[in-house]
């Protein structure tokens, strides 16, 4: 009996996730990003160049409106754990959070007739209320992922296909919105091309008409994908979420490489001002975005590296390349255009690649902390993501506007100092590549690797066939499958994970 039983439970059931799902999951993440990217690129120069507000008080508003914000989700997380509906755990909450995402990006880019201090409340309500709002669809849009499907390898393909839909949604705004705010502020408004302008009086226009059309993606996304929930799945509480906590120690490394991505933030909030300032055009941010999308061929290639090589291995090889560019480039400078373009067009590629790694190891953190607590909390688990998301993001844009202020920047004039786009490229380019090098060293302490994750992943479903022997008053098969488990803790327990 217990050699039939042992040869039953070593494959796991498969749960298959139909091609229209992952098409759902791929434009719903699409929609959502399209948003984050467009405030992540242009709310500091919309802010800057066209309201006319300092840099030192973007800042401020920017590091203490995200890290009060970022401080919410893991009660946020606790909150969708906690729901039962008939749309879903998830679902539910990612039907509304569309159009509340929607309606508070295009908001924030009203270009209000304000001037002083009403100004300046109005901006901070909105943009405080924005990154709430997002939370709300962040967080079980990536939890959705672990409940689509208990096979590996399908929930592998659907958050590698969500990722896909994310890089696209952060490409779109460089390759397509500078184009369009120029056409809008010279063609529609009238203003002259030259200097940048059209552009920045344009902007508002696009976002606005951008985030319009991110609303049906998000509903069909909402609409066409599925949850399959466990039937052993418990109610959580709060005392959960601090058990989850307490008991996410690779959860917390991998949040802690993903939070040094902060250098990655802060290069895309100043990235526009490069291409307006040290390149001259900002023509030259679609043209590089519009070669980046290519990167999404090597999407292709990311399923084959995970077969063959640990993800912990790849980060590690495509942190030390993108370093290498990246000092190359600050070494050659930026008077070559073509060059410039090419080696920002390289590096995008092998980021799109490895685009998947960081979600797909919070999302392994899902069965770790369920064998750690006996709870599956795959929100509470997300939330930390977009807690960390959040609050790198916080500092990222903080900065942003203090260093604006201190190199020395000048909006609305026709030229800057040597010394003020000196500074722009040092930290656009080179500050990454010491962010590279300290998510290099922290790698060195994953533990919890696709090894470790097959065997809680093995303990989880030994855990409820025993719960389902229970039921029938099985008494074989429950001392079967409690014996299996302890061999399985055993093993775990010598790993110190």
């Known amino acids: 009996m217990g050699v039939a039983l042992e040869r039953k439970d070593t494959v796991e059931s498969t749960e298959k996730i139909a091609l229209l799902e992952y098409i ?30 300092s840099a030192s008080f973007i800042g401020t508003l ?28 998830f679902r539910l909450w990612m039907k509304w959070g569309s159009m509340a995402v929607v309606a508070t990006t295009m908001i924030l880019f009203i270009p209000w007739g304000l001037e002083g201090q009403l100004l300046l409340v109005v901006i901070s309500i909105s943009y405080i209320l924005w990154g709430v709002i997002y939370t709300i669809s962040d967080v079980p849009f990536w939890s959705l992922s672990t409940a689509m499907s208990k096979d590996p390898q399908e929930r592998s393909k659907a958050v590698t296909v969500a990722n896909a839909g994310v890089n696209l949604g952060f490409l779109i705004p460089g390759l397509l919105v500078p184009i369009a705010a120029k056409y809008i502020g010279h063609n529609i408004l009238g203003y002259e091309v030259a200097k940048n302008v ?13 985030s319009l059309l991110s609303i049906p993606m998000m509903i069909f996304g909402y609409s066409f994908t599925k949850e399959r929930r466990s039937m052993h799945i418990e109610k959580v509480s709060f005392k959960d979420m601090l058990k989850t906590i307490k008991g996410a120690k690779p959860l917390f490394i991998i949040c802690s490489i993903f939070f040094l991505d902060i250098v990655w933030d802060l290069q895309a909030a100043l990235m526009t001002y490069f291409f307006v300032w040290n390149l001259g055009d900002v023509q030259n941010q679609a043209t590089v975005t519009f070669w980046s999308m290519f990167g999404f061929l090597f999407l292709v290639f990311y399923p084959m590296l995970t077969k063959k090589f640990k993800k912990k291995w790849i980060l590690q090889t495509q942190l030390i390349l993108d370093t290498v560019l990246r000092v190359s480039l600050f070494f050659i400078g930026y008077e070559n255009h073509n060059f410039v373009i090419v080696l920002l067009v390289i590096i995008s590629f092998m980021r799109t690649m490895t685009s998947s790694i960081i979600p797909n190891m919070i999302g392994e953190s899902v069965e770790y ?44 004039i026709e030229s800057q100092s040597d010394s003020t786009l000196q500074w722009i490229f040092i930290i656009c380019i080179l500050v990454p590549a010491f962010g590279n090098i300290l998510r290099l060293l922290l790698t060195n302490f994953i533990k919890f690797t696709e090894d470790e994750f097959r065997e809680v992943s093995q303990y989880i479903n030994y855990k409820n066939k025993r719960l389902e022997a229970l039921e029938i008053n099985n008494k074989e098969k429950v001392l079967y499958y ?10 775990i327990d010598r790993k110190n994970i």
């Open 24 to 53: 759902a999951y791929f434009f719903y993440g699409f929609g959502q990003v399209l948003n984050y990217a467009m405030v992540g690129t242009y709310i500091t120069i919309f802010y800057t160049d066209y309201l006319l507000i």
């Open 62 to 89: 920017f590091l203490i409106s995200r890290v009060l914000d970022a401080v919410i989700d893991p009660f946020m997380g606790a909150i969708i754990d906690k729901t039962h509906s008939p749309k879903g755990k």
């Open 198 to 210: 059209a552009f920045i009086q344009g902007l508002p226009w696009a976002m606005l008409f951008f």
């Open 369 to 412: 902390c369920e064998y750690k607590t006996g709870k599956r909390t795959e929100a509470i688990i997300f939330s930390f993501q977009t807690f960390t998301g959040k609050l790198k993001l916080a500092f990222a844009l903080g900065m942003s506007g203090f260093l604006l202020a201190m190199i020395g920047y000048k909006p609305s």
């Open 482 to 491: 409690k014996t299996k488990m302890e061999e399985i803790k055993v093993q």
